[in-house]
């Protein structure tokens, strides 16, 4: 599986942005989608993940009520839609495919390049 994510950019604080990431293969609603971000300096950690079929969604919650995951099997694409950015949003954000529904970063076997989010305040 390849990840291509974009959508990435300058918001300011309050803003909003759709990230999306599109996979290749015919096996893409067979893999749970999530979606990560590092901030330099700090580790990667889970922002949201979306089951093969959408029906399950989880997310952080630091990013509870203002992001939303959401996918499209058809396209073989997953978004992220983010509202009510903030600046500790900041950070490259990668969208990752597994097998496993879960928050664990190791979990995810195939990983996008990652699309850069900065929120200014």
């Known amino acids: 599986v390849q990840l291509q994510a974009s959508g990435g950019g300058l918001v300011q604080a309050g803003g909003s942005l759709r990230l999306s990431c599109a996979a290749s293969?015919?096996?893409?609603?067979?893999?749970?989608m999530g979606w990560f971000r590092q901030a330099p300096g700090k580790e990667r950690e889970f922002v949201a993940a979306?089951?093969?079929?959408?029906?399950?969604?989880s997310y952080a919650d630091s990013v509870k009520g203002r992001f939303t995951i959401s996918r499209d099997n058809a396209k073989n694409t997953v978004y992220l839609q983010m509202n009510s950015l903030k600046p500790e949003d900041t950070a490259a954000y990668y969208c990752?495919?597994?097998?496993?529904?879960?928050?664990?970063?190791?979990?995810?076997?195939?990983w996008g390049q990652g699309t850069q989010v900065t929120v200014s305040s």
């Open positions: 990752a495919a597994g097998r496993r529904y879960t928050r664990a970063v190791g979990a995810y076997d195939y």
């Open positions: 293969g015919r096996t893409f609603s067979s893999y749970v």
């Open positions: 979306i089951s093969g079929s959408g029906g399950s969604t």
